[in-house]
């Protein structure tokens, strides 16, 4: 089984920058895909950003591409998003979600990181 957990999220100012980790453990070499998602007060869970594990591509929601940065570091079974420029639509609680090898779907999720920014 994998385990994700989410660090970084906190309170900044509008136009300023955040980087959000996740922090994979267990069976990692299970895992096929991370992806973030964010999920705003009184509104469904979205798609943001996702990387394959064991290649390079990525993608990211039209709103974010640009200001957002998906990463990745194998050996410390790291995923980042840095996100650059945010405004207060940006505002919500951040989580990084799972596919492995066994389901592709999202289906292995953290516990979120709540960012609030403020204009």
């Known amino acids: 089984q994998v385990q994700l957990v989410e660090s970084g999220g906190r309170l900044v100012q509008a136009g300023e920058s955040l980087r959000l980790s996740c922090s994979a453990s267990?069976?990692?070499?299970?895992?096929?895909?991370v992806g973030w998602f964010r999920q705003a007060p009184g509104k469904e869970r979205d798609f943001v950003a996702a990387i394959r594990w064991g290649g390079p591509t990525t993608n990211y929601k039209d709103s974010v591409k640009g200001r957002y940065t998906i990463s990745k570091d194998i050996a410390k079974n790291m995923v980042y998003l840095q996100m650059n420029n945010l405004e207060p639509e940006d505002m919500a609680v951040y989580f990084c979600a799972a596919k492995t090898i066994v389901q592709d779907a999202y289906s292995i999720w953290g516990q979120g990181t709540q960012v609030t920014v403020s204009s």
């Open positions: 267990g069976s990692t070499w299970t895992i096929s895909t």
